[in-house]
Nanobody
Framework: QVQLEESGGGLVQPGESLRLSCTAS????????MGWYRRTPGRAREVVAE???????LYADNVKGRCASYRDNVKNSVYLQMNNLRPDVTAVYYC???????????WGQGAQVTVSS
């Protein structure tokens, strides 16, 4: 089993930056790819970034050009750096890790990101 612990969420003003962290523990060898989803009230869960071909692909339109995701295998962590934030990215952000051994994903507990003046 793998446990994912998120940190770094909070309330920020428009234009500010914030970095979400997600650290894995447990059976690290079971982790394949990692990434981020988010959930906004009244909307379906939305993929933000997924690890692919050595890097991360950003999928959410309102984060392209403003965010970057990267993985540090030494620290068993994945990060979502969010810059020049706008209110429309307000959501709960969840990191996930695909299991190599099982047909399911591991999930973090979620981090609230609120962008408001």
């Amino acid at each position: 089993q793998v446990q994912l612990e998120e940190s770094g969420g909070g309330l920020v003003q428009p234009g500010e930056s914030l970095r979400l962290s997600c650290t894995a523990s447990g059976d690290i060898d079971d982790i394949y790819r990692m990434g981020w989803y988010r959930r906004t009230p009244g909307r379906a869960r939305e993929v933000v970034a997924e690890q692919s071909n050595g890097g991360f692909t950003l999928y959410a339109d309102n984060v392209k050009g403003r965010c970057a995701s990267y993985r540090d295998n030494v620290k068993n962590s994945v990060y979502l750096q969010m810059n020049n934030l706008r209110p429309d990215v307000t959501a709960v952000y969840y990191c996930y890790a695909q299991s190599l051994k099982n047909n399911y994903d591991y999930w973090g507990q979620g981090a609230q990101v609120t962008v408001s003046s």
